[in-house]
């Protein structure tokens, strides 16, 4: 029932900027914290940036100063500006959100929420 979509991957040159989009749908209460992960061949999945309901962000180190995660509660999306983008950049980038589904409890919030990810290639 809920599902989310990515959007905004593609080649980019290093150096250059790049926005992630991912749209959440369905039968959805409140959507808390938002995130992006990324994993690159033979990598384990990690933690790019997050983004709490009251705007607090958390940002892995190899990308803070560079990225940027926001969201957009009206459009239930939240975004990834990535600028200064470099070859370690390159990896699949997926969508995650902790929500509270409709019908649940205030108490029953699920984490595991994933899109299907999007290809970013820095590459000159």
């Known amino acids: 029932q809920v599902q989310l979509v990515e959007s905004g991957g593609g080649l980019v040159q290093p150096g250059g900027s790049l926005r992630l989009s991912c749209a959440v749908s369905?039968?959805?209460?409140?959507?808390?914290?938002m995130g992006w992960y990324r994993q690159a061949p033979g990598k384990q999945r990690e933690l790019v940036a997050r983004?709490?309901?009251?705007?607090?962000?958390t940002y892995a180190d190899s990308v803070k100063g560079r990225f940027t995660i926001s969201r957009d509660n009206a459009k239930n999306t939240v975004y990834l500006q990535m600028n200064s983008v470099k070859p370690e950049d390159t990896a699949v980038y997926y969508c995650?959100?902790?929500?509270?589904?409709?019908?649940?409890?205030?108490?029953?919030?699920?984490?595991?929420?994933w899109g299907q990810g999007t290809q970013v290639t820095v590459s000159s």
């Open positions: 995650n959100a902790a929500l509270r589904p409709l019908g649940f409890t205030q108490s029953e919030v699920v984490n595991g929420y």
């Open positions: 369905g039968s959805i209460f409140s959507i808390y914290t």
């Open positions: 983004i709490s309901s009251g705007g607090t962000t």
